[in-house]
């Protein structure tokens, strides 16, 4: 960690808003240069409008999360995949 981030456990609190699941446990796949990781392992950067999620391996933007009073903007453009584990449905 450094002092302009913190690793992708900071994102649990905004995105457990959004997703009915812990998201931070979830892997996902840059698109700049293939890493795979759990999105705790991302750079979240928070002195910025919003959220800036930051892939651990190029620095590429993974995704950004903006907060208005009643809805949220998720972009996640920087990811291909999004692996996320839910309960067995059978
Ligand atoms: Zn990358």
């Known amino acids: 960690m450094s002092d302009t981030w913190v690793d992708g456990n900071g994102l649990a609190g ?5 997703f009915a699941v812990d ?3 979830a892997r996902g796949t ?3 240069c293939g890493t795979v990781g759990p999105v705790a392992g991302a750079r979240v950067y928070t002195r910025a409008p919003g959220v800036v999620a930051r892939c ?3 620095g590429g933007v993974l995704f950004r999360l903006v907060r208005g009073p009643d809805r949220a903007w998720l972009d996640l453009r920087g ?6 584990q839910v309960p067995d449905s059978g």
């Not at 905004?14 to 959004?18: D, H, M, V």
């Open 30 to 32: 840059c698109v700049g």
């Open 79 to 84: 990811v291909t995949c999004l692996e996320i």
């Open 56 to 58: 651990p391996g190029c």
């Open 23 to 25: 998201i931070t446990t």
């Open 14 to 18: 905004a995105l457990r808003e959004l």
